[in-house]
Structures are given as C-alpha cells and as structure tokens.
C-alpha cells in the first residue's frame, strides 16, 4: 500500500533526508513555520465521525415503522370522528419518541464523558528551545521529548532513544513492549519498526527525540478512525424485527378493517360511509398502540440494569441484540487478560520456585513445593532476585488508593521482576544503597540484553545481565549452583534449554538472568563497553512470564459456552502464546486451528468460512483482517459481538452487530465505534449484559402475548354484531376498545417489560434469526388460548347482564340502562381476564407461585390503576357519556373480581402438564 511506503521510507532514510523531506532539522520548527504548518495540515486530534446533528437525533426517534403506522392510526381516528382517540395515540407517540432521545442522549453524555485518550502537552522544540506546547498544536516537522509514561502525540521517527521501550498494545494487540532504537530493523507484525513510534501508544521506558512526520487524521492511529468512519451503520436486528412486526401486524389489521367493512355492507346493510368508518375504527383498534413505549421502557430498563452491571449502552436497541448474539469476537490483551506482565516460575539448576499472587499485588509470595521462602534462604533465588530487582529501570509507585494498583514508571515486563523481589521480601532500596549502581548498558533489541554495573566491594565490581534466554547463555561460560560456580557445561546447556523450551509451549516468556564480578584492577567501569563486560558471565536461572487471564474470566467463558455462544480470540499477540491462553482459559481445546495475519491473507473467503465453523483462533492480525473475520461471520449467519480497547479493534467493533469497547483501557476510537462501552473493563459483565438482553427480548415478546390477547376479543363483540346481522347490539363500542389498548393495557404491560430474567436464559441456545417475535408460539397463546377464553367469557358477561334482565324472553337491549351496563360488564370482563392474562405471562415454563405471584411489584401497580381507571369510567358521568358506561351493580363487581382466579389456575395447570411433566 501507498500509505506503507512511505511508512518505511521515513524508517529506511537516513535522519539527514528525513529532516530535508520534513524541511526541518535538529533544532525543530520556529514558531512562525509551525503556526504555518498549524493552518495546513490542521490541528493533531482523532476528529469523530460526522455525528448526527441533535435536531435530525431527535426527530429520528418519531420515524420508525411503527411510529409512522401510529400518526396514520391517529389520523385515521379523527377521520372516523373520534378526535380524542387520535390525539390519545398521537401523545403516545409523542412521549415515547421524547423518552428515546432522553435515553440515548443521556448515554452519548456518558460516552463523551469517558472519552480521554491523546496527552494534553508535549515537549517540543521550537526556535532552537523546549518549549511546553499543546499536543493538538504538534505539527509534521516538529522535534519532541519523550520519557517514560508518555503518551506519544504522533507518529514519528526517532533521532536519538536511550533504553527506549513502547507500548503499543493500543495499536497492535501485542501484550509485550517493543523495544525502539535509532537503527531501522523491520521487526515482527505490525508497526514493528525499531526507529519508528505512533500516535496513541505509550512510552514505557527510556527516553528518546523524535521528528513528527504525521499527525491528527493522517497518523497510522487517525487511519484507523477514518476505516471505522466510512462503515455504514446498519439498522439492529430488533430494529429490524419491529419492522417486520409493524407489516405483519397491519396487514393483519387492515385485513380485519377491509372483512368487517364487507360484513357490515352486506350483513348489517350499513352504507358504505359508515361501513367504511366502522371499519376505520376496528383497524385503529387492532394496531397495538402501546408496544413501542412498552418495548422503548422495556429498552431503558435493561439498560439501567446493564449500567449496574457495568455496561455503558449508547443505543437502546443494543440491549436486545446482545440477547442474541451467537459469536464473541474478542481480543485478548487488556479483554480476555488483566494487561500486567506476571511472573509464574523461577528456574534455576537446582530447583522450580512458584510465585504466587496476580499481577501488582503484592501479597504474593515465593514457593518451594507448597512452602513459602525467603530470598536469604537460598543463594541461588538470592542471587536471582538480586540481579531481576537491581538491574532494573522501572519503579513502581503504591497505589494512593486502597485496593488500587500501583503506579508503574516503566514497562510491565520490569515491573513484573520488581513485585517478584518484593513477594520474596526484597528491599531494592536498601540494597542499592550497599550495591550502588555506577553504570548502566541499556537494552537493545539487537542483542537483547540489559547491564547495569554495581559497587560489590573495595577491590570488585558486579555486572549484572538480564535478557533473552538464547542471547544470554551463549555469553555465560559458567553456572552458579547452589551458590557455587562452576562451568557451565554442555548438559547445564542442554537442561536449560529444555526449560526454556518447555515454558515458551505453555505461553510463558522467559527471561534468563546472570552476572559477572570484575576486579577493579583489571578494569576502569567508565570504559567498560558492551563487548567486554557482558563476557564470561555466570548463569543464574531463568524467570517465566505472562500476562494473566482475568481472574473472573473462566466462569464467563464456561457460561458463554453453555450459552451456545461461541468465543473466538482475534488478538495482534504471537501464535503460541494466543492458543496457551485461550486452551488455559477454556476458550478452546488443544486442538483448535491457530491462523496468523499472513495466512488470513492468503485465504479464500470461502476456506476462511470454513475455518471459522470449527474451533479457531486469530493471531497477528492486522485491524483490517480483523474487520475480515467479523464480516465473514456475519455471512455466515452469525450475530457477532465484538470485543476490544485499542484502536486496531475500532474497525471490527464497527462492523460487528454489537461491539463492546472497555471504558478504563480502551481508546476514543473504539469507544466512539462501540455500541456498548464496559466501565469496568470486565469481561464477565458482557455475559451479565448478554443475560439482560436475552431478558428484554423474552420480556417484549411476553408483552406482545398479552396485548395481543386483548385484541381477539375486543374483536370478538364486532364479530357478533355483523354475522347477526344487527340482532345482537353491537356488545363494545370503539372507544371502549381503546379503553384497553391505551388505557388499562399499559401500565402492567410495561411491568412485563421489566420481568426479572428466567433462571434457565443462559442455559439456552440464542434465538436463531429467522425465529420472529410473533411466531408460532404467540399466534397459539394469543389467539387460541388466552384470546378465546378471554372473548368467551367477555361475551358472557354480556349475556349475564341481559340473563338478569329477562333475555331471552325479552330481546336484547340495544339501547338504555341495560345496554349501557351489558357493555359496561364487557369492557370489565376484558380488564379482570387481562388481569389474569398479565400474570400468566410472566413465566413461560416455571409455575408463576414458584417465580413469586408478588415479585414484580409494577405489575400489582399496574394491575391496581386499571381496576381504579376502569372504576372511574363507570361512575363519573362526563366519562360515562365519553366512553359509553354506567355504574355497576355489586352482583357485577363479585363476577368480575372472581374471574382472574380460575384462568390463573387452569395456566399453571397447563405449564404443568406441559412442561413439569416433561
């Protein structure tokens, strides 16, 4: 690639031609060339993609499917005459699209809130001078200073590093810092250039000068933006599902509209004006007014729940397509692991020492089969511990708060070494002080060591070495054995490299550590050269390392696995030690397929399908290759969550149908790309929310039963009325109908919506795509049970007030007192079936006793409102007028209060016999 090329041109020129292609030079810009190069290339900062502006965000909220089958519902309400119907389903409308913008607003607030990422200053040098500049003011052509903890503000070349070490986790997914020199050398996956740093990763050691050679949007970081930037969003799978429940459920009611509108023609004999009004106002009826602000709270209560559980939702309709994700695509540093380099193992010729304690805590300790030691009691951990703590740049600061981790000045790798000489009791400030440090040999990444050179006495000097186990042995020509040296002979060579070999097949990077005493006679420590201090040492043991799992994270995955959701590890981290953790953590067998970024880029799409059907994991991927994999399984018909912090994530988190950006580790591109952001960067809370997505999907289809319950025999009165021909009064008017769907439905049927999560939703497989919310199952319950029990009995309400009035010797009232109570009673049947349907619907397979009759307190709520609304309607006169009721005799209100009973029992005998029995 273009972008590339002149990527490896900036590392391969000479820093003479890198200051004449920069037109800069050694001493920096002067202020007027930089303010110059300011207004060309414009301020260093990652711009977010173009946000909606807050006006089309609000009006967005009134423009769903269902929003706009609701304004024709309206309108189609006063156009029948029923003024106060239309603007009733209008101000649902209208409050509900009010309580999304509320909603999502209220996130973006918190998003931005946690967005935090490029450094604030930078040293510069600008008219030959430091200067403390802006780094949003850094332009190419800048010279800057780097030291240990800094956040680097661009990409650049380096002019001259001393021990200089990089994080670039954020960048490549790699958990170990990549050493940096002046001298260019390819290095191993992405961004591996030794004399090249990049914007958003992060010093860990040593200090360096470098020339800014791009910034803002042209950084390598900035690219990255751009890509996620360019994906067009797609609508989620409920936006989706609503969508096709909106055309389902009108073509239901405008079919209904267009039968009743034949009948009424032609069995009742209306004209075709008012046939085609009566009609008008059974498809308002059958339209369910209440499901988009049920469905939106239901949303919003999900969302509180998850912002407990420590998920941060920026879109309400996330919560749901997480219920249903099927594949977990998560990277592993700082996600699947704590992102702490921590020692496990110290090796030496005669024994295995364990090192107990995660990552910077230090209460650990260190253990010879089972039994805690001190460094003093063995002089070969001593030495070891002394050389890891002594020859040693980093430091590590306690943390200010209790329970916190320390602040660490220096790389993660050395930080590991200095809490393990700590958990063996060893005080480095102390030792210093006897053993103070004169000199030091800094890293590099050509041979792969580190020297510092001590005081050991009047007459001698200690070298101290650490590295590479390969590129230290081969400069030891003796070996410390239970604190005698020796030399080291071609077995002691052979054992040590079988240990070596033994812990790089677990995932564990080794580190070998020696020393040498040199006699101050024969050496003046000032001229003292690489070359002839790190010569003739002798070999100590070897420390094992890695970066542990997340302590939570085994019961996570072993739950996302009987979730039915499968986990597959996409990291920029070496083969070998991807597949250690993965198998470590029960992510994967043995046995899973490792696939690096260089093979992925050879692959068909068709073998990369194929591969990603079995047990797989992605090692050095580059961030495109990532987005690769999570489009192709969403060809596969795969929902797929995405899981990451650093900017190579930011694609894939894009693309994926729900990506999951970490709040405290995780940068501002991927939480801007993110659709959910973990405060915690735990990622066991992705398997809590993925229960409480699983719950609000489950809830809105509970809701749907019950509201569509109602609708039968609402529609039932109409029914009889045409097929008599006009002989049976017409038992419901319109506005009674709307009674239920705006008026008592509502408010227990959003007490559904925040129905606690069945116990067994993480033991069942996600729903598969093309399973709808009005499925099979809900057409049978809705319809054909709790539909037509509750019309049967709604019917005989009407029939009772007409029994006791002396029907079917006298002929039923069409109009007056009687009638007006008949179909006061058929208004109160559906409100008191509906009382028992509510609660029915609460369990699917448990016994609603066993759940808790009284554990969802807003339904009780609900179910209390709708019995006082229904009483007001009865005995209020402007009311009665308005809705076409009248007072109720007690005989009536006994009836009424006595139906919930038997339909509550004849559900639990139902469930009993379907499922317990089962």
């Not at 009733?88 to 996130?107: H, K, P, Y």
């Not at 070596?500 to 001229?527: C, F, Q």
Request: with cysteine.
């Amino acid at each position: 690639m273009e972008e590339n090329k002149i990527r490896e041109l900036y590392a391969k020129n000479d820093i003479s031609e890198v200051y004449t292609n920069l037109h800069s030079s050694s001493a920096g810009l002067t202020s007027a060339e930089a303010t110059a190069r300011l207004a060309k290339y414009g301020r260093n900062e990652i711009k977010k993609s173009q946000e909606e502006s807050e006006w089309k965000t609000f009006f967005k909220n009134f423009i769903s499917m269902m929003a706009i089958l609701l304004w024709i519902s309206g309108a189609v309400a006063m156009f029948s005459g029923t003024i106060e119907l239309g603007i009733a389903i209008w101000m649902v409308n209208i409050i509900n699209g009010l309580f999304s913008f509320w909603q999502e607003r209220a996130a973006k607030r918190a998003t931005d809130a946690l967005n935090n990422m490029l450094p604030t200053y930078v040293q510069a040098i600008r008219d030959g001078k430091k200067a403390q500049i802006d780094a949003k003011e850094l332009v190419p052509g800048d010279v800057f200073i780097l030291q240990a903890g800094n956040a680097i503000p661009a990409d650049a070349r380096l002019i001259t590093a001393s021990s200089m070490q990089v994080d670039q986790s954020a960048l490549n997914g790699e958990s170990v810092p990549e050493s940096k020199t002046t001298d260019y050398a390819p290095g191993e996956g992405s961004y591996a250039e030794a004399n090249l740093v990049y914007s958003g990763t992060t010093v860990g050691s040593g200090t360096a000068r470098a020339i800014a050679f791009a910034t803002g949007m042209n950084t390598e970081f900035g690219k990255i933006a751009q890509l996620t930037q360019k994906q067009n969003k797609v609508d989620s799978p409920l936006t989706q599902e609503l969508n096709r429940l909106t055309k389902q459920l009108s073509i239901i009611a405008v079919s209904i509209g267009v039968l009743f509108l034949i009948a009424a023609i032609f069995f009742v004999k209306y004209p075709f004006a008012k046939a085609f009004i009566f009609a008008l106002g059974m498809i308002v009826a059958f339209i369910p007014e209440g499901l988009l602000p049920t469905v939106t709270l239901s949303l919003a209560q999900g969302v509180k729940r998850m912002a407990k559980k420590h998920a941060l939702v920026k879109e309400l309709n996330s919560v749901e397509t997480l219920g249903e994700t099927t594949v977990i695509c998560s990277d592993k540093t700082g996600t699947l692991t704590q992102n702490q380099m921590t020692i496990h193992y110290i090796w030496t010729p005669q024994n295995e020492y364990k090192v107990t304690g995660n990552g910077y805590v230090n209460n650990g300790q260190i253990e010879l089969n089972n039994k805690q030691l001190w460094y003093e009691e063995n002089p070969d951990l001593h030495k070891l511990v002394q050389i890891a703590s002594l020859d040693n740049d980093t430091a590590v600061q306690p943390s200010k708060v209790k329970g916190g981790k320390p602040k660490i000045l220096g790389t993660p790798t050395e930080a590991c070494l200095i809490i393990m000489a700590e958990k063996a009791g060893f005080d480095r400030q102390k030792v210093l002080v006897k053993y103070p440090r004169l000199r030091e040999l800094p890293f590099d990444s050509n041979r792969k060591r580190m020297s510092t050179i001590h005081r050991w006495n009047d007459h001698q000097y200690i070298i101290f070495t650490k590295g590479s186990f390969s590129d230290v042995i081969k400069q030891c020509d003796q070996i410390q054995v239970d604190g005698k040296v020796r030399a080291l002979t071609d077995d002691d060579k052979k054992r040590a490299e079988k240990h070596n070999a033994d812990y790089a097949a677990k995932g564990l990077r080794s580190m070998a550590m020696a020393y040498r005493i040199v006699e101050k006679e024969n050496a003046d420590v000032t001229k003292l050269t690489i070359e002839t201090a790190e010569q003739h040492l002798v070999f100590v043991g070897l420390t094992t390392m890695s970066d542990p799992p997340r302590p939570e994270i085994y019961n996570a995955v072993r739950r996302c696995h009987q979730a039915k959701i499968k986990i597959i590890m996409v990291t920029g981290d070496s083969k070998l030690t991807a597949k250690s953790v993965a198998v470590q953590i029960g992510l994967t067998s043995d046995k899973a397929r490792v696939i690096s970024g260089d093979e992925l880029e050879t692959m068909s799409n068709e073998d990369l399908r194929e591969a990603l059907k079995g047990e797989v994991i992605f090692a050095r991927v580059a961030p495109e290759q990532k987005y690769k994999v999570v489009k192709t399984l969403q060809e596969n018909g795969e929902i797929v969550a995405s899981t990451g912090d650093g900017v190579n994530d930011a694609p894939a988190l894009k693309q994926a149908d729900i990506g999951i950006a970490m709040g405290l580790t995780g940068t501002d591109v991927a939480k801007d790309a993110a659709n959910i952001i973990l405060t915690d960067d735990n990622f066991a809370s992705i398997v809590a929310a993925i229960e409480e997505g699983r719950a609000v999907y489950s809830n809105i289809r509970k809701f749907l039963t019950y509201i569509l319950t109602s609708n039968v025999p609402e529609a039932f009165p109409s029914i009889l009325f045409l097929f008599s021909g006009g002989l049976i009064p017409l038992p419901m008017t319109v506005m009674q109908i709307l009674t239920v769907d705006l008026g008592t439905d509502m408010l227990p049927a959003l007490g559904l919506g925040g129905e606690a999560v069945d116990p067994d939703v993480m033991k069942q497989a996600p729903r598969k795509h093309n399973e709808h919310l009005l499925n099979r199952s809900v057409i049978i319950k809705a319809f054909l049970w709790y539909g037509l029990i509750s019309s049967a009995i709604s019917i005989g309400a009407y029939f009772f007030v007409n029994l006791q009035n002396g029907w079917p010797h006298v002929p039923l009232a069409a109009d007056g007192p009687v009638y007006m109570r008949a179909t006061t009673m058929v208004l109160g049947a559906i409100i008191f079936t509906q009382i028992a349907n509510v609660l029915n619907c609460r369990t699917n397979k448990v016994s609603l006793f066993k759940k808790g009759i009284f554990s969802n307190r807003n339904i009780w709520y609900g179910i209390i409102f709708e019995i006082l609304l229904f009483l007001a309607l009865t005995v209020t006169p402007g009311l009665q007028q308005l809705f076409n009721t009248t007072r109720l005799l007690p005989v009536d209100w006994l009836f009424l209060f006595c139906l919930p009973i038997p339909l509550v029992i004849i559900d639990e005998i139902k469930k009993w016999l379907l499922y317990h029995k089962k």
